[in-house]
């Protein structure tokens, strides 16, 4: 099966910065990646899929890009509320195996 | 407005079983695939099933296949999953999330529901 890791692992930053988060699949998923916010205490939201679309209501200084083993989230214009843990996941075939996350704290 | 409701979960021993259920409103289920995710107690997210629309391609993840078996009552705008042979580690908050129709993305999530297996 092709495992999914992230890097890093947590991260802090300030406000108004901007933060790159990496996810990387041990084989060549074309663009099947998804990105996804959890806020502390709170469920998953789907970010962004086709690793660079932004889903519906997802603010604009959120980006992904990347193809096959590389992808990237990139969060521009820090904001407080953007205090989660994210999640990238692959969807080209089962099993959709998450990464382990990464921590973003402000 | 989309929303997934599951129930069914709580405490369980070693060894028992359970039965999760999700029940959907605000689309047409039947037009869509459906995951459920789980998530341990400060750990991160885990896929554990899916089916297809019409239940004609069921995935499992590793940790819980021959245990586990996820199936759907489109009548019914439904989602289930039968969870068996229970572990301690099978503790976590399960998710019901609809699929997108393009690819196996999660667009809506539920509330979860804690599974507790302990004795």
């Known amino acids: 099966d092709i495992q999914m890791t992230q890097s890093p692992s947590s991260l802090s930053a300030s406000e108004g910065d901007t933060v790159t988060i990496t996810c990387r699949a041990s084989?060549?998923?074309?663009?099947?990646l998804a990105w996804y916010q959890q806020k502390p205490g709170k469920v998953p939201h789907l970010l962004i899929f086709?690793?660079?679309t932004l889903h519906s209501g997802v603010p604009p200084r959120f980006t992904g890009g990347g193809s096959g083993t590389d992808f990237t989230l990139t969060i521009s214009g820090l904001q407080t509320e953007d205090v989660a843990t994210y999640y990238c996941q692959k969807y080209d075939s089962a099993p959709y195996t998450f990464g382990p996350g990464t921590k973003l704290d402000i | 407005e989309v929303q997934l409701v599951e129930s069914g979960g709580g405490l369980v021993k070693p060894g028992g079983s359970l039965r999760l259920s999700c029940a959907a409103s605000?689309?047409?289920?039947?037009?869509?695939?459906m995951l459920w995710v789980r998530q341990a107690p400060g750990k991160g997210l885990e896929w554990v099933a899916s089916?297809?629309?019409?239940?004609?391609?069921?995935y499992y993840g590793d940790s819980v296949k021959g245990r586990f078996t996820i199936s759907r009552d489109n009548a019914k705008n439904s989602l289930f999953l039968q969870m068996d042979a229970l572990r301690a580690e099978d503790t976590a908050v399960y998710y019901c999330t609809r699929v997108r129709r393009d690819g196996y993305i999660s667009d809506y999530w539920g509330q979860g529901t804690l599974v507790t297996v302990s004795s």
């Open positions: 605000g689309f047409t289920f039947n037009e869509y695939a």
């Open positions: 089916i297809s629309h019409r239940s004609s391609y069921l």
């Open positions: 086709g690793a660079s």
């Open positions: 084989q060549d998923i074309s663009n099947f």
